[in-house]
Every structure is written in C-alpha cells, then in structure tokens.
C-alpha cells in the first residue's frame, strides 16, 4: 500500500485554562441527554428489526459485562466490524448503540458490538487487557473477509490502544485487522490527571497514563488508520485526533484525518447508519 497522509482540519485554539472543561462532552453539548435517549430509542428499534440475525451477550471474559452481540447481514459478509463505544471508560453500554451497526450491514458486513466493565470497579488497564479475548475471538472466528477495529472516544483509545505493539494482543490477530477508525479518540491521557474530577474515577497517575497512551506507543499490525472527529467538537479532542494520525503515520501507517464540518462530540456517530454516508463507507473499506 502507498504511504498516504490526508487531513482536513483547521486551527485549534490555545491555551487550556480549565482542564475539566476542556474535556467535558456533557458541558460542551447540552443537548446530550436528548441524543442520548434518541440512541436509545433507535437502538432498541434496530434491534426488534435485526433480532433474528442476531446473538446478543456472547461472553469472552469472566467479568459479567464481558460479553459482545453480533449481527449478521442477509447475505454472506463481506468483512467484520467491530465497534468500541465510548462513556470516558465510567459509563454507557454497546445498547444504547446498536443503531449505528444499520450503516455497515446494509453493506452486507457482520457488526460485532464489545462490551467491558467499567472505572472505578476496574482500571483503563484491565479494560483493556478484558477486551484482548474479544478480539482474539473476532480474528480468530471470523476469517471470511476483513476485519475493521473502531471505537468512539474511549473506546478510540481502546481501539487503538490494542493495535499499539506489546499490547498484548497476538500477531495473528493484529494481522486479521485491516483498518483502525478511531472516533473522536482520546489517544494521549496524560491531560486527563489535570481533569481531577474525572481522574477520581479513573485513577490514572504518570506511569499509567504513559503506558496506556496510544500516541506514545509504536503500532503493532500492517492495518491502516483513519481518526475522525467534529469541527464543532471540544478543541481537546481535535487536537487528540490530528495527534495520533500524525504520530502513526511517523512509523509508516496510512492515515486519513478527518473533521466533520457542524458535528459534535455525538452527532459525529449519526451518518454510521446510513449505509451511503461516507463515515461508513471508511468503516467498510469503500474509501
């Protein structure tokens, strides 16, 4: 594959005088809970129209919320999509996001849906080491076209933290994955100790924010990368987004770098299910 670098972005504003706001989704868009119930509502709408192409709650670890659904297209797949949701690794559930999986199925690709226990009953840590089993599963039981690992927000720092190398996850399963889509991704965590609040939930001190910052490891796999976020997103998480492309693609990863114009921190996810946006056209490999 040609080494590529695309981006479309604009300039960020600095400096930071209020950590906790600068991270703040919920603040920043006082319109959240009225998605949110939204998501809800189309997630369950979506699942009472897909339920019998469906298996719901496949455990891959020993934690209750180790679980993933999967739902399969009407035709063979094309490829596998895996989505990591988001909630600042403290909250939210694959449930209130199913809705987003009607993009890439109506392309004929299967969407499988992880789940993971959640700050502060555990850490970031063993999120994401709980999650290593999910995706060996994936890579391992499903080998029938390509696989797309993506996740929004924390669940881009998942994503992209499992693709890192010494991550963990086996070579073999690294290889399965073609393309990483990190979504508003939170890929540097060291910022976030200054968010104190925050920070009481998630615990993460100098040593761990380090060792679990995507942006300061090396990538492990041959995939490809794309990091997307909202023009009209909290400039943290624009920053967050051009920074891992650009650092990925210092080792030799293809990126695509992408703000959307008018979307924020949630509406971003909307276009994942229209099956003709071109969100989910990066998600299936069509762009």
């Known amino acids: 594959m040609q080494l590529t670098h695309r981006s479309n972005f604009k300039s960020i504003p600095n400096p930071i005088d209020d950590w906790e706001i600068a991270y703040s989704n919920r603040i920043a868009v006082p319109s959240f809970p009225k998605w949110l119930a939204n998501a809800r509502e189309k997630s369950e709408q979506f699942h009472r129209d897909h ?21 399969e297209p009407q035709t063979p797949a094309t490829g596998t999509l895996v989505f990591i949701h988001g909630g600042y690794w403290v909250a939210s559930a694959k449930e209130d996001y199913r809705y987003l999986a009607a993009g890439a199925l ?31 599963t994936i890579a391992s039981r499903w080998h029938d076209g390509p696989i797309v690992l993506s996740g929004h927000s924390a669940g881009g720092q998942l994503a992209t933290y499992l693709t890192s190398a010494q991550s963990g996850v086996s070579a073999d399963a690294l290889r399965a994955i073609t393309r990483v889509v990190s979504l508003s991704g939170l890929h540097d965590l ?53 920074l891992l492309g650009d650092m990925w693609f210092g080792f030799g990863v293809p990126t695509q770098i992408y703000e959307y114009p008018d979307m924020n921190h949630f509406t971003l996810l909307d276009p994942l299910s229209d099956s003709h946006s071109e969100l989910t056209a990066l998600m299936t490999l069509a762009l």
């Open 51 to 71: 339920a019998d192409r469906a298996s719901i709650d496949v455990p891959h670890g020993p934690h209750a919320r180790n679980t993933f659904d999967v739902y």
């Open 106 to 136: 109506a392309r004929g690709w299967r969407v499988v849906l992880p789940e993971y226990p959640l700050c502060p009953d555990v850490s970031i840590g063993e999120i994401a080491s709980g999650l290593i089993p999910a995706l060996e």
């Open 190 to 242: 060291r910022p976030l100790i200054r968010a104190t609040v925050l920070n009481a939930a998630l615990k993460l001190d100098p040593d761990t924010a380090h060792e679990l910052s995507p942006v300061l490891r090396a990538p492990g796999g041959g995939f490809d990368l794309v990091c997307a976020c909202g023009a009209a997103e909290l400039a943290e998480f624009r920053r967050q987004n051009r």
